[in-house]
DNA sequence: CTTTGTCCTACTATTCTTATAGGATTAATA
DNA sequence: TATTAATCCTATAAGAATAGTAGGACAAAG
């Protein structure tokens, strides 16, 4: 279970691009050297965002992107969703799989609850929670469990 | 994002074995019929069960399985660690990689938390729950939820 | 008319997962 | 004791998905 690099580095260009001066856009390069990450692939990033219609070109194609809506509407689920068609941890959590496990799976609800969970977290986070680290505020319980996980 | 089948095969085995007569243990090739699993894969499932203590043969090698611990006692989390080293959904997460971020990611919290929430959840629902469906309570949410997704 | 940045497609390399194969070992049993 | 049945264990293959590179077309600014 790992989040996919696109979804990550999209949301690390998101965050990005929303930091830019408000009067000019951020340019692909610009969000390649802070971010660190490669041009050629920070490239299809873009792409998806563009497409999933969460930035737009400034002005004409060569003034960098802004944001279409204002950091506090751009949920991380909106970001996500512009990488993968959804959320679904488990294939028989969609409707159209056919499982054939007859007397009713008891494991099946479980996993749809994660699902639940992570698509809730995913909605309830907005772009300016995240630069305002409103989601960093346990950071101690995150290493100290973290820590005890490498333990074992 | 994706729950390996050898975690959701593990724990679909472990209620097998949970559910078996009180007084013989549960063979393989039971689990794989009732649970619709290839035998040979099942195998590999049974052998990382084994080796992560959560069951153990009834008697001799030839009676089956029984677990080592009572329904009540044994996670998800449990039988999640059986397969793989913990719970890490992204790999800055872990106290040794090096990040070239040096200003501070503002990602990094918000995967943290959502890892803390996942590990929360592993952590409390146990195996005697599962067999009770205490999970499936909200399964009216979980379907519409998911029914809105699969729409997009 | 050159440079720079975006746009777009194709491709490759690698990794991981999922599984299968084949046989060794052990224990019950006929 | 020979047979059967179950576990145990290693190797490997098939497949999918991910991550990343390459190459160039196009558009606009200088």
Redesign the pocket.
């Known amino acids: ?9 999209g949301v690390r260009a998101m965050i990005e691009i929303a930091r830019g001066e408000p009067d000019r ?6 969000i390649a050297i802070n971010q660190s ?5 920070l ?2 990033i ?2 998806a965002l ?2 999933a219609r969460l930035i ?2 400034a ?7 802004i944001l279409t809506r204002k950091p506090s509407e751009i949920t991380v689920f909106d970001i996500h969703r512009a ?2 068609p959804g959320i679904c941890l488990v294939d028989c959590l969609s409707g159209t799989y056919k499982c054939d496990l007859s007397h009713g799976c008891m494991a099946r609800g479980f996993w749809g609850e994660l699902n639940n969970l992570i698509l809730s977290y995913f909605r309830s986070v907005t772009l300016d929670d995240l630069m305002n680290r409103r989601v960093n505020l346990e950071d101690g319980l995150l290493s100290e469990d973290l820590k005890r996980e490498e333990a074992q």
Do not use: A, C, P
């Open positions: 279970m790992k989040i996919s690099t696109r979804t990550r580095y856009g951020v340019f692909q390069k610009e990450l490669s041009l050629k692939y490239d299809h873009i792409h563009k497409t737009s070109n002005k004409g194609k060569k003034s960098g992107y990488f993968e």
